[in-house]
């Protein structure tokens, strides 16, 4: 399984762009990359995943590269309710099931 | 469908005790993951199922930690004899087959104290 590295944390403010980047340099041919948020309590919520390119979905934004060694997700204009644990999976679809391997993930505080 | 939904949401016990939790997945999903979650980490996997079958088992799953899904359905996780290090936020989720990816649907969690 490929390892992901990502910032420990993050600090923004309300209304601004965010974006958090995780490298993940052995990512393999059939891996998908796929970003879930995670709320003091509650389980962690799926928010986007893609493959190549860009992908956008009502929540947030990923970007990846040609050479797929990173990706980036984008949150637009984040609100103070947007302060959560965002975590970067990189797994192959097909072997869904035994890919959801987190790590520390990456801290966004968003103030006012 | 109200999603994954896992009983108790808290649990409180004394070292030695043995503890079962359950997990309700969300219905027609084949596939049920077990996690641990202790504070500042992310969840840590623990075993998988596809349907009744147990298919894969980390090796943070201990012989005290056994993991049942009885006609496929609901799960439980019953830690026995539990230790301080078991305290933690024990999270259950399911996925559908392939069809949407890595994309996992998790429940509240049960949080567990050993004093």
């Known amino acids: 399984l490929a390892k992901t590295t990502q910032p420990i944390s993050m600090d923004s403010y309300e209304g601004q762009e965010v974006n958090i980047t995780c490298s993940h340099n052995?990512?393999?041919?059939?891996?998908?990359i796929t970003w879930y948020q995670q709320f003091p309590s509650q389980g962690p919520r799926f928010i986007i995943q893609?493959?190549?390119t860009k992908v956008t979905n009502e929540v947030a934004s990923l970007f990846i590269p040609a050479d797929r060694k990173s990706s980036t997700l984008s949150l637009p204009r984040v609100s103070l309710s947007d302060t959560a644990v965002y975590y970067c999976?990189?797994?192959?679809?097909?072997?869904?099931?035994?890919?959801?391997?987190f790590g520390k993930g990456t801290t966004l505080s968003v103030s006012s | 469908d109200t999603g994954v939904s896992q009983n108790p949401r808290h649990k409180i016990t004394k070292r030695g005790q043995n503890v079962t939790f359950r997990c309700d997945p969300i219905?027609?999903?084949?596939?049920l993951y077990w996690y641990r979650q202790t504070l500042g980490q992310g969840p840590e996997f623990l075993t998988y199922?596809?349907?009744?079958?147990?298919?894969?088992k980390s090796r943070l799953l201990s012989d005290r930690f056994s993991a049942e899904r009885p006609k496929g359905s609901f799960s439980t996780l019953e830690i026995q004899r539990t230790e301080q290090g078991d305290s933690a936020m024990y999270l259950c989720?399911?996925?559908?087959?392939?069809?949407?990816?890595?994309?996992?649907?998790f429940g509240q969690g049960t949080r567990l104290t050993v004093v």
């Open positions: 999976l990189v797994g192959d679809r097909v072997q869904a099931g035994t890919a959801l391997i």
């Open positions: 199922f596809q349907n009744e079958a147990q298919l894969e």
């Open positions: 893609g493959y190549k």
């Open positions: 052995n990512i393999a041919t059939n891996d998908y």
């Open positions: 219905s027609e999903h084949n596939r």
């Open positions: 989720a399911s996925s559908a087959r392939v069809q949407r990816g890595a994309e996992a649907f």
